[in-house]
């Protein structure tokens, strides 16, 4: 989880050195924070996934889509008219990029024994609100789970679970910056996370993440990390089980 500021960028690298990036928080902070967990001299990402295309999700997107080769873009489809959007659309089309819609029971093999499962959209969500199409999806390493949620709502947190295949998971990317309009009682009840990375800026004004979404965690004995307290955080797998930590760096070497 990427210390970007209010937004969310998440970047995973599989065991072989394959690279996705979910999200790219807003503006150009992503930029300087890929330099810390990439070679400077590569200049390619396998794979882009937009959660939704809000500004603090999608503006970090746009400039990693000008300045590095990427390999294909997933995201829910819908569509929205912003400046922003329309930058994006037209990137994509002017170099080519290969896109997938991604659709419920989709699954994208990363890697050996890893695989993205999408959650939701589970219909066409083209015209659908914002956060009402979001992207939801599963990373599967072996018998671990890390459970990447955008800015998913309690709305959409019920809907999910209705269609009854949450599992125990390992790690909850918490929805909506730690708002508390997400990560319902209900949702922390079955998904059963030991961690939650909550992205969200120092001082921001909406007040993420809110003292209710925390008390909830506290309840659960899930452990938080915090990009507004403890910066960048480093989850790994090895298949059986998932610890993080907060990213070090000295001078400019990171780990
Ligand atoms: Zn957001
Ligand atoms: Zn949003």
Redesign the pocket.
């Known amino acids: 989880m990427l210390d970007i500021g ?3 960028a998440l970047f995973i690298r599989t065991p072989r050195g394959n690279q996705i990036l979910i ?1 790219g928080g807003p503006g150009r902070a992503v930029l300087g924070k890929l330099n810390t967990v990439m070679p400077f001299y590569d200049r390619s990402i396998d794979l882009l996934i937009l ?2 295309p ?1 500004a ?2 999608l503006g970090g997107l746009v400039e990693v889509l000008k300045r590095y080769h990427i390999g294909a873009v997933l995201d829910s489809g819908t569509e929205t008219d912003s400046g922003l959007f329309v930058e994006w659309k037209r990137e994509l089309a002017d170099r080519r990029v290969r896109h997938i819609t991604a659709r419920r029971s989709m699954r994208l093999a990363l890697d050996e024994q890893l695989f993205f499962d999408v959650l939701l959209p589970s219909r066409d969500v083209t015209h659908a609100g914002i956060h009402d199409g979001m992207l939801v999806g599963l990373l599967r390493y072996g018998n671990t789970e890390i459970f990447f949620s ?2 998913m709502e309690q709305n959409l947190e019920r809907y999910l679970l209705a269609l009854g295949d949450v599992p125990d998971i390992d790690v909850l990317k918490v929805g ?2 730690g708002s508390r309009t997400s990560s319902s009682e209900a949702l922390l009840a079955i998904a059963r996370p030991e961690y939650a990375l909550i ?1 969200a800026g120092l001082g921001n004004t909406y007040g993420h993440p809110h003292e209710e979404t925390l008390a909830r965690f506290r309840e659960y004995d899930v452990t938080v990390f915090r990009t507004d307290m403890q910066g960048t955080a480093v989850a790994r797998s090895d298949g059986e089980k998932v610890t993080v930590r907060p990213q070090r760096c000295i001078l400019l070497f990171c780990w």
Request: avoid cysteine; aromatic fraction near 0%.
């Open positions: 209010q937004g969310d999200d959660s939704h809000h603090d999700h955008g800015d909506h910056h992205s």
